[in-house]
């Protein structure tokens, strides 16, 4: 019988080398100490960082602008909601 990936009495060829790998005593973290496993951590963070497209100014610029524009359309809408509610309530309440 067959599946998608193939037949199930035959072993996928993944599953072979992952079995001929023996596995390690200890792992990676048992030969580097703590101080090594910091500067290892932060030299990744480096090099992501350097992968990072940044935007140029005016990239940055927009996306400010549309950003501060959202925030006064939500506070906005928040506040005539509020003030509704606010109204609803004393009508309701007395």
């Known amino acids: 019988m067959t599946d998608a990936v193939g037949s199930i009495d035959t072993p996928d060829a993944q599953d072979e080398v992952a079995e001929s790998k023996k596995p390690r005593k200890g792992g990676k973290r048992a030969k ?6 910091l500067a290892t951590f932060y030299r990744q ?15 940055l610029t927009s996306y400010t602008t549309v950003v501060i524009c959202f925030v006064v ?5 928040v506040t005539v909601i509020d003030y509704g509610l606010n109204h609803a309530a004393k ?4």
């Open 91 to 94: 009508y309701v309440f007395g």
């Open 45 to 59: 963070i480096i090099a992501e960082l350097r992968k990072v497209v940044w935007p140029s100014r005016n990239e």
């Open 73 to 77: 359309v939500m506070i906005a809408l």
């Open 32 to 37: 580097k100490g703590p101080l090594k496993r």
